[in-house]
Nanobody
Framework: VQLQASGGGLVQAGDSLTLSCTTS????????MGWFRRAPGKEREFVAA??????RIYYEESVKGRFDVSRDKTAVYLRIDSLNPEDTAVYYC?????????????????WGQGTQVTVSS
């Protein structure tokens, strides 16, 4: 499974942005999906996760209310509202096969290359 994250860029504080993640070599709807980010000088951290059906969703506590994860048959999306400089990071999507319709915060099998989001103040 190859994942491709896109949609990043240079934005102003307060803007909104939607990241997308698509797959090749497999069907995105077969997998539970997650979003992670790595800010400069920091470890990679979990941001959001969504189950295959989209009915189960988890967020890292600090992003609740501003981040919205969703999916359709071809892609998974991460919408970020009210961007601030602390959101500056490389954002990664990841895929994980789960027997049940669950979402997961860790132990993903496949990773995309990441897309850079830079927020200027």
């Amino acid at each position: 499974v190859q994942l491709q994250a896109s949609g990043g860029g240079l934005v102003q504080a307060g803007d909104s942005l939607t990241l997308s993640c698509t797959t090749s070599g497999s069907t995105v709807s077969d997998y539970a999906m997650g979003w992670f980010r790595r800010a400069p000088g920091k470890e990679r951290e979990f941001v959001a996760a969504i189950s295959r059906s989209g009915r189960r969703i988890y967020y890292e506590e600090s992003v609740k209310g501003r981040f919205d994860v969703s999916r359709d048959k071809t892609a998974v999306y991460l919408r970020i509202d009210s961007l601030n400089p602390e959101d500056t990071a490389v954002y990664y999507c990841a895929a994980k096969w789960l027997r049940w319709d669950e979402a997961s915060r860790a132990e993903y099998d496949y990773w995309g290359q990441g897309t850079q989001v830079t927020v200027s103040s």
